[in-house]
């Protein structure tokens, strides 16, 4: 699953990535980070799903909180890599002409119930890509690769054979959706909605983009108000006096 840098590292706001922050920034034990990086990695049908005489949620709880607990909890410092690393990189316009012109065909792969990493970045990114790059939507969420693996394969597979038959760019991604023999949705374009272009409908759009910019804003100033918040817990504690024991004589 792809997104670029910036805003768009920023997931869609609404009450289930409310409650999942809440409870990744009050995560202190890998048992509690566990079910939340579950929620967050996978889809609840995907973890619903029966593995013998369990659920494969109970399965992967078990190996998730082993592996954190063997490499230990994130670092504070180790977190601020990750956002600025996350909101700092970028794919350039020269970058992505220089993969239009290298002469390989490109497929982007995402999962529609990702809650980190949005669709619509993913389609954009497609878009930019034309006519090389063709979007391909699969059933899973930030790990759909982990949970779709056979269709994520064969999808690869698909682009190999393209590329070994010498396909023409235009012919890889000018393919018809939902004609790949994964059963994934394809399509070289993203999905667009056509809209009315009356006084009413170029009002509904001016709301629109008004809100999206909102929201934007709000989690911008929330994450500031939030690192913000961290930063001044640890001087709290840089500067927290430490009691030493008296030393009987």
């Known amino acids: 699953n792809v997104t670029g840098g910036g805003f768009q590292c920023f997931p869609k706001l609404d009450g289930q990535m409310l409650s999942l922050a809440f409870r990744f920034l009050r995560a202190r034990t890998p048992e509690e980070r566990a079910l939340v990086d579950l929620e967050t990695h996978y889809t609840k049908e995907y973890l619903d799903e029966k593995v013998g005489s369990c659920t494969r949620r109970t399965i992967l709880y078990q190996e998730y909180v082993k592996g954190i607990s063997s490499t230990g909890m994130q670092s504070n410092c180790g977190f601020e890599g990750q956002v600025n690393a996350c909101w700092t990189h970028n794919m350039t316009t020269k970058e992505l002409d220089t993969i239009r012109s290298a002469g390989f065909l490109v497929s982007v792969i995402h999962g529609r ?7 619509c970045h993913a389609r954009r990114l497609a878009e930019r890509l034309i006519p090389v790059a063709r979007m391909v939507e699969l059933h899973g969420a930030h790990l759909v690769s982990h ?7 064969n999808a690869l597979m698909e682009l190999i054979k393209a590329t070994k038959s010498m396909m023409k760019p235009e012919e890889w991604s000018s393919q018809p959706e939902n004609s790949s023999e994964t059963g994934a949705l394809i399509s070289a374009r993203p999905v667009s909605v056509t809209i009315r272009t009356d006084d009413g409908g170029n009002a509904a759009i001016a ?5 999206a910019k909102l929201q934007l804003s709000f989690l911008y100033v929330i994450g500031v108000i939030l690192m913000g918040f961290e930063h001044m ?3 709290v504690k840089v500067m927290k006096p430490v009691r030493v024991a008296a030393i009987e004589s």
């Open 207 to 211: 709301v629109y983009n008004l809100l």
């Open 233 to 235: 817990r640890n001087i």
């Open 113 to 119: 119930s990702d809650i980190i990493a949005q669709l």
């Open 147 to 153: 949970e779709r693996p056979e269709e994520v394969n």
